[in-house]
């Protein structure tokens, strides 16, 4: 390491592997910064701040979630000042002219192709959980914010330890042509104790619970031979009720065993709302609080609630009820003014026991003494299976506190239905999946790069993370070709990664789907094409529903529920009543013309093609553009309350992106900026939420 590199910063002694990344920063190099969660690596990030400031350059801070980002920058303009730091969300944007700028990585990307002269003068762009490139839904927007962004930005990236990190790095050297430097630290400052709870029998080392798993294998198979002599057939699966009632009763002996030993404050992971709030409800009974803390936490909740103009709320008073006994719940149904308040409440310190869902474990610095999983199965979108074992180290990583525990202890409630000793086996052992890509440009990406490389545009998929492993996986099957003939320990023959090419057939599909669709004549953008390239993220509604007229049929209210139909996507448990305005000679024709493009689509061999608009949601759309109260909305619809504001904003994030998009002097507007200002009021204004906090 250089001479010149601190040994300290900000009154902290730094760990080596920090060091390592600060003297990268300091020789003019990327930095890919790979360590647990909790061990420190946010701080190589506040560095490359703190220098880039310095110089009198600027920096670009991503994040994956909106809440996160919201967080760092009231932290951060609570260290450099208002001035100096901006936001942009796509719900906000405040001062976005300062130096140290935080967006979403979506917003970050779309100014990249929109906007690209404003990152004149930024020297890093940091991407917070830079393994988010994995993700099923969003995971391309990494991808392509860091293959796009202008060649004279570093990247400072933080992951968590993933098994293939040095690949990513070498696939952006590659592709920015720059050199990356990779840190990869394993251990934390505060070691961790794995424990499997097993119902009725208490904590139990990963050796014991394999002889459990033997022992009750031993036994079912002894049941089923008795019950196939007696009764002729197999027994019946366990019944679900009971199941979960095994499973509440083992959480209780649980936290009894915490709170018997002063192994509080917990976070207790859940993977359903409904036993988030469950959970929270059951052990909301129990008294965690000294009469002084309560005391504490009651002042605190207090001045929240009257900062956020909350106070007379339902919900608010039944929380309140919920932190006077040091117990709290978290999940993305609520409303994001309770999910900040709770927040805050536990960064506080003050809370004993939070039930929260996953998206807790992201990114803000909210560490316990203890980590609990009700479970460790979810749905994934698709269907019910293990957690991923990244996923679960970095829920793990919020136990230990650094600088006032010695352990963390994280233990997992076993579900013999849901999970096997393999399963367990993967999470105990340190291990992470690799990390892959989910390279799939969108029609205004496609746009965009038309307008630069013309013909060339299906050459970007040989730029993507996913060609790099493509080209990897064939060069490791060659090698092994000599040794075995390419056959692994099975002896089947290894199998190929995704058909050469294959990227790059989807991205000439789309391209032929726009010019079948008067996006592109010949090597020009039409006036569908440039609105199109516009609009980021339902790009395509937007630009259908302009073109075919139907936006120019549609008054302030009912554009609101036009535009929402396009961002919102039902569940099977959603119902909502129906609207009063039945949108005539709108919603049919534009459903039609929507499902007449997804079949172009399929026809040019896209399998995935875009989704019809959902008007399930219009009706409580229309109530609150009509100036219904939440509580009014809320009782003709099944959406919980996070859920039906999360659309909104969307709503109003779609509806602002067209109205700037749209040509200049457009009579359509005036009624998208109408429109947007009658949603965007009460619980749904994320402006006047950060404002107030």
């Known amino acids: ?37 909790g061990a420190g690596k946010t701080l190589v990030a506040d560095f490359a701040i703190e220098q880039a400031l310095g110089q009198g350059r600027r920096v670009v801070y991503t994040s994956p979630i909106k809440a996160l980002s919201n967080q760092k920058f009231r932290d951060f303009r609570e260290h450099y000042g208002e001035t100096e730091v901006g936001l942009m969300t796509g719900d906000v944007t405040l001062q976005s002219d300062a130096p140290l700028l935080i967006m979403t990585t979506e917003i970050f990307r779309n100014t990249i192709f929109e906007d690209p002269d404003r990152l004149h003068g930024f020297d890093f762009v940091i991407f917070d959980e830079v393994h988010y490139i994995d993700d099923r839904d969003r995971g391309t927007v990494w991808e392509e914010a860091i293959i796009y962004a202008p060649e004279h930005i570093r990247i400072v990236g933080l992951s968590a330890t993933v098994p293939n990190v040095k690949q990513l790095s070498d696939w952006i050297e590659r592709v920015r042509g720059l050199p990356v430097d990779v840190i990869i630290e394993e251990r934390r400052p505060v070691p961790l104790t794995h424990k499997v709870w097993i119902p009725g029998r208490g904590p139990r080392a990963l050796d014991e619970v394999k002889r459990y798993f033997i022992e009750m294998g031993q036994l079912r198979e002894r049941d089923r031979h008795r019950r196939r002599r007696n009764q002729g057939r197999s027994p019946r699966g366990p019944n679900r009720r009971a199941q979960a009632r095994l499973m509440d009763r083992a959480g209780d002996d649980l936290v009894d065993f915490l709170t018997e030993r002063d192994m509080l404050p917990a976070i207790y992971f859940c993977f359903s709302r409904r036993d988030c709030e469950g959970l929270a409800r059951r052990h909301a009974m129990r008294d965690l609080l000294t009469t002084e803390n309560r005391r504490k936490m009651l002042e605190l909740f207090d001045d929240l609630a009257t900062r956020y103009e909350v106070t007379d709320r339902d919900e608010t008073r ?138 060339e545009v299906p050459q970007a998929w040989q730029r993507s993370f996913a060609r790099y492993l493509h080209e990897s996986k064939r060069h490791h099957f060659e090698q092994g070709k000599g040794k075995g003939k390419g056959k692994g320990k099975s002896g089947r023959r290894a199998r190929r990664g995704p058909k050469e090419g294959q990227g790059a057939k989807v991205i000439r599909a789309r391209l032929q789907v726009l010019r079948d669709h008067n996006y592109i004549e010949g090597e020009d953008l039409t006036r569908k094409g440039e609105l199109c390239a516009h609009v980021n993220g339902y790009e395509v509604p937007v630009t259908e529903a302009y073109d075919g007229g139907w936006i120019f049929r549609c008054d302030p209210v009912e554009a609101a529920m036009l535009f929402s139909a396009m961002v919102y996507e039902s569940r099977p448990a959603d119902s909502s009543s129906p609207p009063t305005r039945k949108l005539k000679g709108v919603r049919v024709p534009f459903e039609l013309h929507m499902e007449a493009f997804a079949a172009h689509e399929r026809a040019e061999g896209i399998r995935d093609p875009l989704r019809p608009p959902d008007f399930g949601i219009a009706g409580p759309v229309q109530r609150w553009a009509e100036g219904a109260s939440l509580e009014e909305v809320l009782d003709h619809t099944t959406l919980a309350a996070g859920d039906l504001v999360r659309v909104l904003r969307m709503t109003i994030q779609l509806l602002r992106q067209a109205a700037h998009a749209l040509p200049k002097g457009d009579p359509c507007i005036a009624v998208l900026h109408e429109a947007r200002h009658k949603i965007d009021r009460d619980d749904v204004d994320a402006r006047r939420q950060l404002e107030l906090g």
């Open 1 to 37: 390491m250089d001479s010149e590199t601190p040994t300290t910063f900000r009154g902290l002694t730094l760990f080596p592997f920090q060091r390592k990344a600060l003297d990268a920063i300091f020789s003019g190099r990327s930095v890919i910064v790979a360590a647990p969660t």
């Open 318 to 455: 039944f929380l309140r009820g919920m932190a006077a006994r040091g117990v709290l719940f978290h999940h993305a149904g609520m409303l994001p003014i309770d999910k900040e308040i709770v927040e805050r409440l536990f960064n506080s310190g003050l809370v004993r026991l939070l039930f929260a869902t996953e998206t807790f474990a992201l990114g803000v610095n909210m560490p316990a003494r203890s980590v609990c999983f009700h479970a460790l199965s979810k749905f994934n979108g698709i269907a019910f299976g293990p957690l991923l074992a990244r996923e679960y180290w970095q829920m793990a990583g919020r136990a230990g506190r650094q600088g006032i525990d010695d352990k963390g202890w994280v233990f997992a409630l076993l579900d013999e239905t849901s999970i096997t000793y393999d399963n367990l086996q993967w999470f105990h052992s340190g291990n992470s999946e690799p990390v892959r890509s989910r390279f799939n440009l969108n029609y205004s990406a496609i746009l965009n790069l038309f307008r630069r490389v013309h013909e």
